[in-house]
């Protein structure tokens, strides 16, 4: 794949409303790029399209941020994620859940770990994610 893995984004899921058609979760994400690199702050939500998979509680999301680089800059994962076709997951040497998006489209997402989400399946699990910086 031509992508590096640069990172982690961990995202914190508001809780307490269930998902339903075409609704959206207000989160809030740090970015860890690891070593001696700044933690990087974002907003954003996650809309949700067809089925409903409603939860009570506040959930985790984490994902590995594979970039063009390992050097990703702040503010770089702004901007939409949306699912990805198999051939481009294969490029970027994600799997077919990855999110790809924000900076010139060039960042890839993959999904690692969701705790405290009861019934999600993260394959199928969000429509578009959005990201704003946060500074």
């Known amino acids: 794949g031509n992508g ?10 508001a809780g307490s409303v269930s998902f339903v058609l075409g609704s959206s979760r207000d989160i809030t994400c740090v970015y860890d790029a690891g070593s001696d690199k700044p933690i990087d702050h974002y907003t954003g939500t996650i ?14 999301m984490v994902w590995g ?13 702004a901007g939409d994620y949306g ?7 294969l490029g970027y040497g994600v799997g077919a859940n990855a999110l790809l998006g924000g900076s ?19 394959a199928g699990g969000i429509g ?4 704003v910086h946060a500074q």
């Open 83 to 89: 699912g990805v076709t198999a051939d481009v997951a």
């Open 4 to 13: 590096v893995k640069a990172g982690f984004l961990k995202c914190d899921v």
């Open 65 to 77: 941020v594979v970039a063009p680089s390992n050097d990703v800059g702040p503010g770089a994962l």
């Open 104 to 122: 010139k489209n060039s960042i890839a997402l993959q999904p690692l770990s969701v705790e405290g989400i009861k019934g999600l399946n993260v």
């Open 47 to 60: 809309k949700k399209y067809g089925i409903d998979i409603g939860y009570q509680s506040n959930g985790v």
């Open 128 to 131: 578009v994610l959005t990201l």
